[in-house]
């Protein structure tokens, strides 16, 4: 079993760390996933994992995972809202865990919307 | 929903909106029995009798961006399908405790899938709550209590990645062991 001695060392590991992130800095970009019953169901949960593993494993102190409930659009579940600190809002539509990494490198890291996932870019209503 | 384990985070969004500041999750399985519950407990602002016989209805929901509520209908009836049963108590100002229980060997038995994520993701996107997951597989019980994390990692919050890589490795160690590893001591 994991040990609450291991805990204590990544406590202090932790703590040595520079800069604990500031959670609430307008600089943040703020990546937002519908978790209500209508995402959850069409998958969102491996799609926020994906968000905050590579998020962590690129160590991107300014990127800000969170959820939020339904927003009214369910036929294009899982889908995940990017805030950027200048007001733009991107909606990607119909996420997985794979296109979440790619907007992780393409756009939270290199400022590049991936326009094919967004909703602008899905024209046939279902 | 494919699997329980995402009714399970279905559900206990319902106790984060109700101002819970622990919810306790429990998964006991008898295996001879054919037998699992599942519960999800919560000391969040509760509901009065007449909202908790309106929740079971899809077409009741207590938001007014849209008109239908279906979470607690579709766990509902994940267990009813089995022959098994569902309940939910809640009394205002206490908390709310929704429990379904599962004939296993029945047909229409959903998998339980993967709880660990379930629990993994209520943790680290709700730091400022607690959590107490308790799972048992015959005699053997696994118990994961955020309180406990909390007093020992005092100020570096539980979403913090190297504490979620923890979490992560303690929850997969605990359902090893249950799932037929080593003997529990």
Known sequence: ?126 | MQELSLNVLDIAQNSIRAEASLITITVEQRTADSFLEISIADNGCGMSEEQVAHVMDPFFTTRTTRKVGLGVPFFKMSAEATGGSFSIVSELGKGTRTTASYRTDHIDMLPLGDMNATILILITMNPDRDFVYRRSLDERIYTLDTRELKEVLEDVPLNAPEVADFIRSSLEEGEAELLGGPAAP
């Not at chain 1, 060392?9 to 800069?19: K, Q, S, T, Y």
């Not at chain 1, 069409?42 to 339904?70: H, I, S, Y």
């Not at chain 1, 805030?83 to 119909?94: A, H, I």
Request: contains cysteine; hydrophobic residues 40%; proline residues 3%.
């Open chain 1, 1 to 126: 079993m994991k040990s609450l001695e291991e805990l204590k060392a990544i406590r202090e590991r932790v703590r040595g760390n520079v800069h604990l992130r500031k959670e609430d800095s307008p600089d943040n970009i703020r990546v937002v996933v519908g978790m209500a019953t209508c995402g959850i169901a069409a998958g969102a949960r491996p799609v926020l994992a994906a968000f905050t593993e590579e998020v962590a494993k690129r160590d991107l102190q300014n990127v800000m995972v969170t959820q939020t409930g339904c927003i009214g659009i369910c036929q294009y579940e899982p889908v995940v809202e990017v805030f950027e600190p200048d007001g733009k809002k991107t909606t990607y539509v119909k996420m997985t865990a794979d296109k979440a990494a790619r907007v992780v490198t393409e756009h939270l890291v290199n400022g590049k919307v991936v326009e094919e996932y967004t909703i602008g870019s899905i024209s046939n209503l279902k």
